[in-house]
C-alpha cells in the first residue's frame, strides 16, 4: 500500500514540476507578439470561413499564414485588399495577379453530340457515372451545374448546355475546378490573352466527329504565332498567358475557328 501511495506522489509531483516549468517558459518565451499579430491576421480576413484557401476555415488559414506555412494571398473573398493587408503585417511582398476559371470547352448544345438523354439528378457527378455522361465528347463540360452549386461569388451560370465565368465576378478560388468531375476548369491569370476554349485530346477526325468544336490539333496556330505561346500537346492546342500578346493570328489562323 505505502509502495502505491509513494508512486502515485512521485507521478503527480513529476506532473506537478512539469506544469510549474511549461507555465515559466511560456511565461518568458511567449511576449504576446505572435497572439497579437495572430490577431491582426485574423481581423484582415473577411470571415467568410468557404475554405477557399484550402484550410477549414478563417482561424486555420490565419495559423497557417501566422507560422508561414501559407501564402497570404489565398483568400479569394479577401481579394487583393486581404492580401495587402496581409502582406504588410507579416513585412514581405506579395502576387497579386488576379486569378480566375476558365472552363476549357465550348461543346454547347448546338454543337456537340450526345449518346443518350439523361433524365436523372441534376449533377455533373451522377451524370459522369453512367458511362461518362450523356455528351459523347468524353473530355467535355456536361453542364448540369455542379461548380454553379459551389461557387460563392456567383461567377458561373450554364448557357445552352456549357458552364461560362463570369471573370469580373470570379475570385479564382478553384472550388469548381475541384468539383468538375470532368477537369474542363483551370484557374489561370486574368491577363487578355487567346484560349482554346477545348479540352478533347482525341485525334482530330475522332474530335470533330463528338465536338463540331473541337480542337483538332492540327498546328496552324502554332505556325502562326510568332512568340512561340502555342503549342499542340496530345492533339490539342494550349495557349500560354505569359506569352501570347493577343495579337490575333491564330485565331484567324485557326480552321476550326475556336480561338477567342
Do not use: W
Amino acid at each position: 500500500m505505502n509502495a502505491i501511495l509513494i508512486a502515485v506522489a512521485i507521478v503527480g509531483g513529476v506532473g506537478l514540476v512539469g506544469g510549474v516549468l511549461l507555465a515559466v517558459i511560456s511565461h518568458f518565451c511567449d511576449t504576446g507578439e505572435t497572439n497579437e499579430r495572430l490577431a491582426e491576421i485574423r481581423d484582415a480576413l473577411p470571415g467568410a470561413n468557404c475554405g477557399a484557401c484550402g484550410y477549414a476555415g478563417c482561424d486555420s488559414y490565419a495559423e497557417a499564414v501566422e507560422n508561414g506555412s501559407a501564402e497570404p494571398n489565398l483568400c479569394a473573398p479577401g481579394g487583393a485588399d486581404s492580401a495587402k493587408k496581409l502582406a504588410e503585417i507579416l513585412g514581405v511582398e506579395v502576387d497579386l495577379v488576379k486569378k480566375v476559371a476558365r472552363v476549357n470547352c465550348n461543346g454547347c448544345t448546338d454543337v456537340a453530340e450526345t449518346r443518350y438523354n439523361y433524365t436523372g439528378l441534376p449533377s455533373c457527378k451522377a451524370a459522369a457515372a453512367l458511362g461518362g455522361g450523356m455528351k459523347a465528347c468524353d473530355f467535355g463540360c456536361l453542364g448540369l451545374g455542379d461548380c454553379v452549386n459551389v461557387c460563392e461569388f456567383g461567377a458561373i451560370s450554364v448557357k445552352n448546355g456549357i458552364a461560362v465565368v463570369d471573370e469580373t465576378l470570379c475570385g479564382g478560388c478553384g472550388l469548381c475546378a475541384k468539383t468538375c468531375p470532368k477537369q474542363v476548369i483551370s484557374i489561370v491569370t486574368a491577363k487578355k490573352a487567346a484560349t482554346v476554349p477545348c479540352n478533347n485530346k482525341q485525334k482530330g477526325g475522332q474530335a470533330r466527329k463528338v465536338c463540331k468544336a473541337a480542337c483538332i490539333g492540327c498546328s496552324a496556330c502554332v505556325r502562326a504565332c510568332e512568340f512561340g505561346a502555342v503549342k499542340v500537346e496530345n492533339f490539342l492546342a494550349t495557349i500560354d498567358p505569359e506569352k501570347c500578346t493577343n495579337c490575333g493570328k491564330c485565331v484567324a489562323a485557326c480552321p476550326q475557328k475556336i480561338i477567342i
